[in-house]
Structure formats: structure tokens, C-alpha cells
């Protein structure tokens, strides 16, 4: 398995419209895709840090490639105060 994470400023306010989004056909429908799971910081509700599973390397680039990721990408960053910290990886545990 493959995925990112992402450490993220979530505009005051656009919390609900954040989950809006997540919840959508566009988000949670994509080839390859595992699972999202989103966590808000205790320290800070606006800060955020999101992982991203893909079944495998190949999957997430080819959806990080895709102009449907681009414009799921562009409507996502309106939400946050600036572009998302993104840290990309292999899966080594749980193994599969």
C-alpha cells in the first residue's frame, strides 16, 4: 500500500464545508483509493492532518496525475488558510 499525508490550516469556518466535501461521490470514489481518515489537532481546531491510502503506489500517481484530482485538489485548497504540508510514502505496517 501506498499514500500520503497531509498537515493542514483549515480556514475559521469552513470546517462543515471541509466535511461537505470529503463526504462527496467525487472524494470517496476514487480508483485505487483505500481510505482517508482525518484528524483535528486538540492543540489548534484549525490545524488538521489528513492520511490517504491507495492500494499502491501506481494508484496514487495516477489519480495525483489526473485533471479530476486537480480540480478535487483546487476546490479542497479554497478551504485552507495556504496549500497543504504533504509527506508521501510507502504502507510498511500493518503489512498486507
Known sequence: MYGTVAKMRIKPGMEQKMRELAASDGMTKIPGLVGTTVYKMDADPNEFIMAVV??????????????EQ?????????????????????????EK
Open 54 to 67: 491507495f492500494t499502491d503506489k501506481d494508484a496514487y500517481v495516477k489519480n495525483a496525475n489526473s485533471p
Open 70 to 94: 486537480n480540480a478535487r485538489y483546487e476546490d479542497f485548497v479554497a478551504l485552507l488558510e495556504g496549500p497543504p504540508e504533504w509527506n508521501d510514502g510507502e504502507i510498511v505496517f500493518p
